[in-house]
Nanobody
Framework: QVQLVESGGGLVQAGGSLRLSCAASGRTFSSYDMGWFRQAPGKEREFVAAISWNGGNTDYADSVKGRFTISRDNAKNTVSLQMNSLKPEDTAVYYC??????????????????????WGQGTQVTVSS
């Protein structure tokens, strides 16, 4: 079992920044690829960013490229999402997910939500205009 807990969400003005964190426990953190997804009201869960087990591969949704950066610290069992230049359309609940590291070889990306085995409960990000 892997437990994931997101933190760092909140209210921010458009153009501002937030840094989300996801703390993992229960299994060897470095055995998992990690991803961030988000879901806005009335919308399907949307891929945001992913990072492979060793940080060697990253994947971003086109909508966040150049603004968001995913990183991980395996020594601390955390994955982060630095969000800059936030826009109102970034408003959503952000979820952290974990999948077995070999999944990157299968899917060649981190965007397939069904491949993730574990999810956190989410953290709300609200960007005001």
């Amino acid at each position: 079992q892997v437990q994931l807990v997101e933190s760092g969400g909140g209210l921010v003005q458009a153009g501002g920044s937030l840094r989300l964190s996801c703390a993992a426990s229960g299994r060897t953190f470095s055995s998992y690829d990690m991803g961030w997804f988000r879901q806005a009201p009335g919308k399907e869960r949307e891929f945001v960013a992913a990072i492979s087990w060793n940080g060697g591969n990253t994947d971003y949704a086109d909508s966040v490229k150049g603004r968001f950066t995913i990183s991980r610290d395996n020594a601390k069992n955390t994955v982060s999402l630095q969000m800059n230049s936030l826009k109102p359309e970034d408003t959503a609940v952000y979820y952290c997910g974990a999948r077995k590291s070999e999944s990157w070889l299968t899917y060649a990306s981190g965007s397939y939500s069904a491949a993730y085995d574990y999810w956190g409960q989410g953290t709300q990000v609200t960007v005001s205009s």
